[in-house]
């Protein structure tokens, strides 16, 4: 079955569902037309309760929660808590200012009056990704709840008891049937269904060719889609920068997830002065980080998402390495049970290799050093990704100058790429387009109709 929940651990399987047959899912997006039909002219105030009973829910079973996410896909407890109150607090975030973002707005015309209505498109499909399994989907669903939408949600396959809690938990919270939907469908499915009249738009978080899939499918149904793919976020240090909070943040953005995450830094790119010094530090930090149990405490170092992910990394390495670049640190499996790779550091990497091309979706860093601040905003913008990135300076005009030069879509001066849900979200190039979050994240899916108004006048 390829609807598992595997424990990363030890790769031993906990359970296994049943993939819905077409009929099913036939039904399900019926259920959710019809419920679009009935509920989109509900009052603000009524799906803002709806949201933040949904948020309370989640705070109260963190624990419970927390636990199936560090099961199914191998995330530190402690992180797998903060995943469940940043989720949380995104709902609460759209239950609290959806009314506001959705406002009638005034125009101006020359002529008459006029203002732009705006309100929902109708069933939307979201598909989304293991490596935060609360908090992708919260990103997605509670906007769109909030302005009138309903949705369909196929989860990464690998996660489905953390899918199947979301649905659960709509539904505990006083949600009709049908206004959040959880699919167990394949990946190799969803396309196929896009095509579904009765669905308006769709959403995908996930790889370049899921991305493409599912772009083409949306093109081809002329239907509106948001893509958030894939990263490889430099990591500027600045001959400026204080070396001790570089490093510090550094390990916290490649290894935080265990550096399973779009958005962590990939490629630390530092000014030669400091590269040494940057260096031997970052090394001797990686190098202290305590190997175990997700669930332990202690563990800095737990496991990757499965152990296909596992293999995936090490043969990137190794093909990175047999093209000549050099390991500094780790490099290989890590020899005991479960889907585990050692800390690694790559240097010396050239174009064409596939460190210097691909995102290495792991705790696995490639360092470069560079002349200087010119050098270095030249190679963070040789990637065919656009998502995040961040640079490390004392002086706050050069990290914005250097920022604005950058080509992603989101940059942080000292501080890694983050989120949170009042700082809008995505990428460009490869990475995908649309924005989530904030604001902007009501944006994608709504139908920003005008209404005008004239005087009555003899048209002769």
Same mark, same amino acid.
Request: hydrophobic share 45%; aromatic share 8%.
């Given at each position: 079955?390829?609807?598992?929940?595997?424990?990363?651990?030890?790769?031993?399987?906990?359970?296994?569902?049943?993939?819905?047959?077409?009929?099913?899912?036939?039904?399900?997006?019926?259920?959710?037309?019809?419920?679009?039909?009935?509920?989109?002219?509900?009052?603000?105030?009524?799906?803002?309760?709806?949201?933040?009973?949904?948020?309370?829910?989640?705070?109260?079973?963190?624990?419970?929660?927390?636990?199936?996410?560090?099961?199914?896909?191998?995330?530190?407890?402690?992180?797998?808590?903060?995943?469940?109150?940043?989720?949380?607090?995104?709902?609460?975030?759209?239950?609290?200012?959806?009314?506001?973002?959705?406002?009638?707005?005034?125009?101006?015309?020359?002529?008459?009056?006029?203002?732009?209505?705006?309100?929902?498109?109708?069933?939307?499909?979201?598909?989304?990704?293991?490596?935060?399994?609360?908090?992708?989907?919260?990103?997605?669903?509670?906007?769109?709840?909030?302005?009138?939408?309903?949705?369909?949600?196929?989860?990464?396959?690998?996660?489905?008891?953390?899918?199947?809690?979301?649905?659960?938990?709509?539904?505990?919270?006083?949600?009709?049937?049908?206004?959040?939907?959880?699919?167990?469908?394949? =990946?190799?499915?969803? !396309? +196929?269904?896009?095509?579904?009249?009765?669905? @308006?738009? %769709?959403?995908?978080? #996930?790889?370049?060719? /899921? =991305?493409?899939?599912? !772009? +083409?499918?949306?093109?081809?149904?002329?239907? @509106?889609? %948001?893509?958030?793919? #894939?990263?490889?976020? /430099?990591?500027?240090?600045?001959?400026?920068?204080?070396?001790?909070?570089?490093?510090?943040?550094?390990?916290?953005?490649?290894?935080?997830?265990?550096?399973?995450?779009?958005?962590?830094?990939?490629?630390?790119?530092?000014?030669?002065?400091?590269?040494?010094?940057?260096?031997?530090?970052?090394?001797?930090?990686?190098?202290?980080?305590?190997?175990?149990?997700?669930?332990?405490?202690?563990?800095?170092?737990?496991?990757?998402?499965?152990?296909?992910?596992?293999?995936?990394?090490?043969?990137?390495?190794?093909?990175?390495?047999?093209?000549?670049?050099?390991?500094?640190?780790?490099?290989?499996?890590?020899?005991?049970?479960?889907?585990?790779?050692?800390?690694?550091?790559?240097?010396?990497?050239?174009?064409?290799?596939?460190?210097?091309?691909?995102?290495?979706?792991?705790?696995?860093?490639?360092?470069?050093?560079?002349?200087?601040?010119?050098?270095?905003?030249?190679?963070?913008?040789?990637?065919?990704?656009?998502?995040?990135?961040?640079?490390?300076?004392?002086?706050?005009?050069?990290?914005?100058?250097?920022?604005?030069?950058?080509?992603?879509?989101?940059?942080?001066?000292?501080?890694?790429?983050?989120?949170?849900?009042?700082?809008?979200?995505?990428?460009?190039?490869?990475?995908?387009?649309?924005?989530?979050?904030?604001?902007?994240?009501?944006?994608?899916?709504?139908?920003?109709?005008?209404?005008?108004?004239?005087?009555?006048?003899?048209?002769?």
């Amino acid at each position: 079955m390829s609807i598992q929940t595997i424990n990363p651990f030890n790769n031993k399987v906990v359970k296994s569902f049943e993939e819905m047959t077409p009929a099913a899912v036939n039904a399900a997006i019926a259920q959710a037309e019809n419920t679009f039909e009935t509920c989109w002219t509900r009052p603000y105030s009524r799906k803002a309760e709806l949201l933040h009973r949904v948020a309370q829910i989640m705070r109260e079973r963190s624990a419970q929660l927390s636990a199936l996410i560090t099961l199914e896909m191998g995330k530190l407890y402690a992180q797998s808590q903060g995943e469940i109150a940043l989720s949380a607090d995104i709902i609460d975030y759209y239950a609290t200012n959806g009314e506001r973002f959705l406002a009638d707005e005034k125009l101006n015309p020359e002529f008459g009056e006029a203002y732009i209505k705006k309100s929902p498109i109708g069933v939307l499909l979201g598909v989304e990704p293991w490596n935060f399994p609360f908090y992708q989907v919260a990103r997605f669903a509670a906007p769109n709840i909030m302005i009138g939408n309903v949705v369909l949600v196929k989860h990464a396959s690998n996660v489905p008891q953390c899918a199947q809690a979301i649905e659960d938990i709509f539904l505990e919270a006083g949600a009709p049937k049908g206004l959040y939907t959880n699919l167990f469908i394949s =990946g190799g499915n969803v !396309a +196929a269904y896009v095509a579904d009249e009765r669905i @308006k738009g %769709v959403s995908l978080t #996930g790889s370049e060719l /899921a =991305g493409a899939s599912l !772009a +083409a499918a949306a093109g081809k149904a002329l239907k @509106k889609s %948001v893509l958030e793919l #894939g990263g490889s976020d /430099a990591f500027i240090v600045l001959e400026d920068a204080d070396i001790d909070q570089a490093v510090a943040w550094a390990v916290i953005g490649r290894m935080n997830n265990t550096g399973q995450c779009c958005v962590a830094a990939k490629r630390f790119i530092v000014v030669e002065k400091v590269a040494d010094e940057f260096l031997t530090k970052f090394t001797a930090k990686l190098t202290g980080l305590k190997v175990g149990d997700p669930m332990d405490a202690d563990t800095q170092l737990g496991p990757l998402s499965s152990e296909g992910a596992a293999v995936q990394l090490a043969d990137q390495v190794q093909r990175s390495v047999d093209a000549g670049a050099r390991v500094i640190l780790g490099g290989k499996r890590i020899d005991r049970p479960g889907a585990f790779i050692e800390a690694t550091i790559l240097t010396d990497i050239e174009p064409g290799m596939a460190a210097y091309h691909e995102e290495l979706f792991g705790p696995v860093a490639s360092f470069y050093r560079v002349k200087g601040e010119a050098e270095a905003i030249k190679l963070a913008n040789d990637s065919p990704f656009g998502l995040g990135g961040s640079v490390f300076t004392s002086d706050k005009k050069r990290g914005e100058n250097v920022a604005v030069l950058i080509n992603t879509g989101m940059v942080f001066i000292n501080h890694p790429t983050w989120t949170q849900p009042d700082l809008p979200f995505g990428g460009t190039k490869r990475s995908g387009y649309g924005r989530e979050l904030s604001a902007l994240g009501v944006e994608e899916f709504v139908n920003k109709k005008l209404i005008r108004f004239s005087e009555y006048a003899d048209p002769f």
